[in-house]
């Protein structure tokens, strides 16, 4: 592990060279995992097919989707889709046992496909689902996995260096698998950008039959109850956002937020101590232990800017802070800076959009 401050390119790993044992020698190419949950694909697949592209392309390898799920036309769309996202070829294990999550099959069908076709890189989405299989997955076949990344990249001597922030997001570490294949990575939805799709593209199939009876796995899906706990939040992949700090001292005040919000046709955030007063629900915090954003623009009221807030907003297009405090971190990074109470130039700003806006 290598640290060092955030914004600096990755150190190299000198010192550390040690020759990949026999065995993993022909592991190579570079795999996805798409993550198909209720017939629906999760984008961060696609984010990833963009990013393994690019590590591929610079190892000269082939570039893999990996679709587990039921015999159905939403898992043959995300197959063809595979492709468009940049796929060379794509492994498929079509099963009844694959059609709701659980962590059993899904691990056993992935081990099972990374042991027979032997792929030098795994990425998946660092969602709910992901992070549970990566993590059974990596400890199944007794390999490394470097959770949260927020860069990745090949070296010279063409190992995966996986860069994330660390203690508590002061400083960056890269980290190399140096004696285990494949070398694993999860990245957070909207930490890489969305690659255009080519639906002209298509690829190699490659089926996978899943050698497990339904009678052998422990966990049943009885039911499926949608969280109510939440209010489907879609921050994360809104055009815009406007987020509230603890410059907006009570609670009352995220009226004022959620308004501009709704006269943007936008979604409204916050940051992590709002949530931790429990001013909004956990699903509203932005930041590197909540959302990571990419919207056009990002309008910042009575937020600090603090390095924890600004690795998850530092991929907004436009980012417009409103902070009374002149010298606040959020100026170093805002485009647009505006010094003035928040209380005031939020309503100002809803009334004058709404007016616009018609
Ligand atoms: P404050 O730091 O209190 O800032 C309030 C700001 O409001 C100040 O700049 C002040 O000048 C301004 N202000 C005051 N009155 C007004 C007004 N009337 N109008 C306009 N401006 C006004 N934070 C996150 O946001 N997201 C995370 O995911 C996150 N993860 C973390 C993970 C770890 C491990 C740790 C240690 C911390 C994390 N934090 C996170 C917390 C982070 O370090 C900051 O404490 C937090 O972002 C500060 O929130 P704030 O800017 O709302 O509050």
């Not at 470097?146 to 995966?160: G, H, P, R």
């Amino acid at each position: 592990m290598a640290a060092q401050p955030p914004n600096k390119k990755p150190a190299g790993r000198a010192g550390m060279k040690k020759e990949l044992p026999e065995k993993f020698r022909s592991y190579k190419h570079v795999w996805v995992f798409v993550e198909l949950e209720r017939g629906k694909v999760h984008p961060v697949s696609w984010e990833l097919m963009g990013e393994g592209r690019k590590l591929a392309d610079k190892l000269g390898v082939d570039l893999a989707g990996v679709v587990l799920g039921p015999k159905s036309d939403e898992t043959r769309q995300a197959i063809k889709e595979t492709y468009h996202y940049g796929a060379d070829v794509c492994y498929i294990c079509e099963d009844p046992a694959l059609a709701d999550y659980r962590n059993e099959p899904y691990t056993r069908a992935l081990t099972d496909l990374v042991n027979t076709h032997q792929p030098e890189i795994m990425l998946l989405g660092a969602t709910t689902l992901g992070r549970d299989l990566a993590g059974s997955v990596a400890t199944t076949l007794k390999t490394g996995l470097t959770a949260d990344s927020t860069e990745l990249d090949v070296d010279d001597e063409k190992s995966l260096a996986a860069t994330r922030p660390t203690f508590g997001g002061t400083l960056l570490c890269t980290i190399h698998t140096l004696n285990f294949r494949p070398q694993m990575a999860t990245v957070r939805p909207r930490v890489m950008a969305m690659p255009e799709p080519d639906r002209s593209r298509s690829g190699r199939m490659v089926w996978h039959s899943l050698k497990m009876d339904e009678a052998d796995i422990v966990t049943k899906v009885l039911e499926y109850v949608a969280d109510a706990t939440t209010d489907d939040a879609n921050l994360a992949y809104a055009d815009i956002v406007v987020a509230g700090g603890m410059g907006l001292r009570v609670p009352e005040n995220f009226r004022l937020v959620t308004r501009l919000a709704d006269v943007l046709g936008g979604e409204y955030g916050c940051s992590r101590p709002v949530v931790q007063k429990g001013w909004l629900p956990a699903d509203r915090q932005i930041g590197q232990t909540g959302n990571t954003i990419r919207p056009r623009l990002y309008i910042a009221a009575g937020i600090s800017g603090a390095i924890q807030h600004r690795v998850g907003v530092e991929g907004a297009d436009l980012i417009v802070a409103i902070n009374t405090d002149p010298a606040a971190k959020i100026f170093e990074f805002a485009h647009m800076g505006v010094v003035a109470d928040a209380l005031t130039v939020l309503p100002a700003l809803a009334d004058a959009f709404e007016r616009r806006l018609g």
